[in-house]
């Protein structure tokens, strides 16, 4: 994409009186555009040696048209020059002709309320030969920390500077401008006659500079090592202790349970009237919360202009509400809750869960501690094949983990097994929370403890 239509470092204002000059020269009475666009420099090391080094422009720029029916067309486009937008808003005009009469967008009414303020400090890129040296001397320091890690087969140092754009022909604003940058490192380790064993971390922040490098190596050495002595296990159920990043992925994984969309497609495990019923225990919270300042990368507006803003979605083990668009919420009589994509049938989708538990709630086991158990506990590190492994729409999974077994205080690693379950039955088993809330990349959530989950064993 050349310089001139790159849509980095916008003048929104400027962006809209084109684009009201342009739409009234055709007789379009409706139009929004919605543009996500950024520049990203990533590298990846094998053995102190440079992998791979990359450079990316990206953008994804929708345009939808009204017609006088009220139907809806979109394009996109990559070209935000006189003649790029023309071709775009004269297209989506003749596509709406096409528009399917059961699906009927229409603006956020919130599109132009205020916004939360975020406090997102933006850095400079420090540049692609700089990521490269910081991640030979990272990949060195992961290597030397155990004679059995012989690889960081996957690894990555990447920095993006990204700007997020909502316009419409009702007066509607939006402009977002953000740094951010993240490391992930993925050892392997292996001893004589053993299988080898892999384990990984990553950090994000909002620049290069601020990533906790030496944070992300110290857990992928620990989690790697540890697993170096393992043992199978026997199949049969076990009391479960998630990690925080564990349990998020299980709730991400099943979050049709809150998304209004799939409730109207009927793909959801819950239903118009789940609003106001039991859901889980009692004492577990559930709250979608974009805006908190662990959120690397948040975003104050929707892909629809509408504000994000926390959203309890469980409260005492009931279901409260669910994630909602501008249509959806119309369907519902509710307002839209700043959870949307843009399209011509608008997505629905979460952005950052907190787990917690239900302040002045009772029933939750105090005192929670995994390595002082009297009985055989399960510690699930992490799940693998979400997307083989799950039926989302029936609420069953089975799924691989790398995880221990604690017995004793003793925590020996699992050769390799699968936890199978309905996501149902575990938030109606989960017995209470360890430790304190952990902020990770999809949320923020304390260990979480559940009983009875099915652990089959390596034959």
Request: charged share 20%; net charge negative.
């Amino acid at each position: 994409m050349s310089s001139s239509t790159r849509p980095q470092g916008l003048d929104a204002q400027a962006l809209r009186s084109k684009l009201e000059r342009i739409a009234a020269s055709h007789g379009i009475q409706q139009w929004d555009l919605g543009a996500a666009c950024s520049t990203d420099t990533s590298v990846q090391v094998d053995r102190g040696e440079p992998k791979q080094l990359k450079g990316a422009q990206r953008s994804s720029i929708t345009v939808r048209v009204w017609n006088s029916d009220g139907l809806v067309g979109t394009t996109s486009t990559s070209d935000l020059s006189e003649s790029g937008l023309e071709r775009a808003l004269s297209g989506a005009r003749d596509a709406s002709a096409f528009g399917n009469p059961n699906e009927t967008p229409a603006f956020s009414p919130l599109a132009t309320a205020p916004l939360s303020p975020l406090e997102q400090p933006r850095h400079e890129a420090e540049g692609i030969l700089k990521l490269l040296e910081r991640l030979k001397d990272a990949e060195k320091d992961l290597l030397g920390r155990h004679s059995a890690i012989g690889t960081v087969p996957y690894n990555g140092l990447a920095e993006r500077s990204s700007e997020r754009l909502y316009l419409n022909s009702e007066g509607a604003c939006r402009q977002q401008q953000l740094t951010t940058a993240s490391i992930y490192l993925y050892a392997r380790a292996e001893e004589s006659g053993r299988k080898p064993r892999s384990a990984g971390a990553m950090r994000l922040a909002y620049g290069t500079s601020e990533l906790d490098i030496a944070g992300c190596i110290d857990e992928a050495a620990e989690r790697t090592i540890s697993h170096l002595d393992y043992a199978p296990i026997e199949t049969g159920r076990y009391t479960c202790v998630f990690s925080p990043e564990a349990f998020l992925d299980l709730i991400g994984a099943f979050s049709n349970l809150f998304n209004a969309r799939s409730v109207l497609d009927g793909v959801s495990l819950s239903n118009r009237d789940s609003l106001g019923q039991s859901l889980a225990v009692p004492f577990l919270s559930i709250r979608d919360n974009g805006l908190h300042p662990g959120n690397i990368g948040a975003s104050n507006f929707d892909g629809e202009g509408t504000p994000t803003r926390p959203l309890d979605l469980v409260e005492a083990g009931v279901l409260k509400n669910f994630l909602h668009s501008e249509a959806t919420a119309r369907a519902f009589g509710v307002q839209p809750t700043g959870h949307a994509g843009l399209g011509a049938k608008v997505s629905v989708g979460p952005d950052w869960f907190e787990i917690s538990q239900t302040p002045g709630s009772q029933g939750a086991q105090a005192g929670l501690d995994h390595r002082k158990a009297d009985q055989a506990i399960v510690w699930i590190d992490s799940l693998s094949a979400l997307h083989a492994g799950v039926k989302a729409s029936q609420g069953s999974f089975s799924l691989p983990f790398d995880g221990w077994l604690v017995r004793d205080g003793e925590a020996r690693s699992i050769e390799a097994a699968t936890v199978a379950g309905d996501i149902r039955q575990v938030l109606n088993a989960i017995v209470g929370f360890e430790g304190e809330a952990k902020i990770t990349p999809d949320g923020l959530c304390p260990m979480v403890w559940v009983e009875g989950l099915s652990i089959t064993g390596e034959a």
